[in-house]
């Protein structure tokens, strides 16, 4: 289902993330060997740990974004309301610029969760990469698999067999070439890519390939190996719960509990408003997503697993601890550091919003914000005329604002 080179990932986005926590993934390896730990397993608990630990300014960041949003989402929903029905140009640009100007009163912006998000997602997915390619990042159980590698390539038969097998054992060989023994011959990183995919029954054909101390030196490396990749009651990180279904499925089992228990924990995740359509929307994808990463545990290496469920188990205790700290939180303080964020920013642009106008604090030069507004002084002063009729400040004195001016450029042209 799944495709993954076990080789390190070079790709231009997610190979760079990867390598880093690889490098972490290595040094927590390393680390626990010095005390006789030599097992992959604990190490992908410890490293999942650290990484969520890493994340935190994220989540945070993240959290007070969704704390923010419940405070704003009331007036957005009057808004939407209010231009509800409505397809026509002017109310759909009418109903753009009442938004912004929403979001610039709160000091915050639509994008303001979105940058977590997106960052949360590609250390996800580099992390797929490292706990599928160990080897590749971990240089002692690399230089086990590299001893084995050796032989393979004096071994016709077991050179047929890895071949053979590639694919069914989840190993792309896209860009391997026609012929995959002679790729194997000339780069040895294949032949470790898939015996990385062994399972106990593999290593125990793969070992009858071999005789005398050879077959001794496979059958060491084999149980050591074992060894490296134990989980518990049998299972190795390299195989799937659906090929060993006791004890593995309590993987998916475990990984459904954990993220149901994870997602209950999150705020305003327990008693949506259920007239809130987002809302709804986020409360069915918090009983999705828990049976989508089972299944996910089901047909995934355990390895997978492990880490989805060391994660959740984390995000448990994390999220204990932010929504203490986030109760402490006032959203009247909130908003002045966001508004204080936000104004600095435009000082640094060289913009000015006050009173519902823009101005253009480091010179006269137009500029692009809230409509592609111009402050030449003919254009205050029809933008002045307008606070006779709204409240100086208010979200319709804004959008009123926009309708002025944009009819001023018009009859400008």
């Known amino acids: 289902m799944f495709d993954f080179y076990l080789t390190q990932y070079g790709g231009s986005i997610l190979g760079p993330i990867a390598k880093i926590l690889g490098a972490i993934l290595n040094a927590i390896y390393n680390f626990l060997s010095n005390f006789g730990i030599e097992n992959a397993a604990v190490s992908i608990v410890i490293f999942t740990f650290i990484v969520n630990l890493l994340m935190l300014p994220m989540t945070i960041k993240q959290q007070k974004f969704s704390k923010m949003s419940s405070v704003i989402q009331p007036e957005l929903k009057a808004i939407t309301d209010k231009y509800k029905g409505k397809k026509d140009e002017a109310s759909v640009l009418k109903q753009q610029e009442e938004t912004r100007a929403l979001y610039e009163k709160y000091g915050t912006s639509p994008a303001g969760g979105c940058l977590p998000m997106l960052i949360t997602f590609l250390v996800f997915m580099a992390l797929y990469r490292v706990i599928y390619a160990i080897p590749a990042y971990v240089d002692q159980i690399y230089v086990i698999y590299e001893s084995v590698a050796k032989l393979v390539t004096e071994n016709t038969e077991a050179l047929k067999y890895l071949a053979d097998n590639a694919t069914s054992l989840g190993v792309s060989t896209s860009g391997w070439g026609e012929n995959l023994t002679e790729a194997m011959l000339e780069n040895q990183n294949y032949i470790i890519d898939i015996l990385?995919?062994?399972?106990?029954?593999?290593?125990?054909?793969?070992?009858?390939?071999?005789?005398?101390a050879q077959a001794t030196e496979v059958v060491g490396v084999a149980d050591k190996i074992k060894d490296i990749n134990g989980v518990f009651g049998g299972l190795n990180i390299s195989e799937t719960p659906v090929t060993k279904l006791f004890p593995g499925i309590i993987i998916p089992i475990l990984s459904v509990i954990l993220q149901f228990m994870q997602t209950r924990l999150m705020p305003n995740n327990a008693n949506p408003d259920p007239d809130n359509p987002m809302a709804q929307s986020l409360k069915s994808m918090n009983v999705t997503m828990p049976?989508?990463?089972?299944?996910?545990?089901?047909?995934f290496p355990i390895g997978s697993g492990l880490y989805l469920i060391a994660g959740n188990v984390f995000r448990i205790i994390q999220q204990f601890f932010v929504n203490k700290y986030m109760d402490t939180l006032n959203v009247d303080e909130m908003v002045e550091k966001?508004?204080?964020?936000?104004?600095?920013?435009?000082?640094?642009?060289?913009?000015?919003?006050?009173?519902?106008?823009?101005?253009?604090?480091?010179?006269?030069?137009?500029?692009?914000?809230?409509?592609?507004?111009?402050?030449?002084?003919?254009?205050?002063?029809?933008?002045?005329?307008?606070?006779?009729k709204y409240k100086k400040g208010s979200i319709a004195s804004i959008a009123h604002m926009m309708e002025q001016v944009d009819e001023k450029n018009k009859g400008d042209k």
Do not use: M, P, Y
Not at 351 to 367: F, P, R, T, W, Y
């Open 291 to 299: 049976i989508i990463s089972g299944v996910f545990c089901l047909f």
């Open 196 to 212: 990385n995919k062994f399972g106990s029954t593999h290593w125990d054909t793969f070992s009858s390939f071999f005789s005398g």
């Open 338 to 388: 966001n508004q204080a964020k936000a104004k600095a920013k435009r000082e640094r642009l060289g913009l000015e919003v006050s009173d519902g106008s823009i101005k253009n604090v480091a010179n006269n030069k137009s500029v692009k914000s809230l409509g592609d507004l111009k402050t030449d002084k003919n254009k205050e002063k029809d933008t002045d005329n307008i606070s006779g």
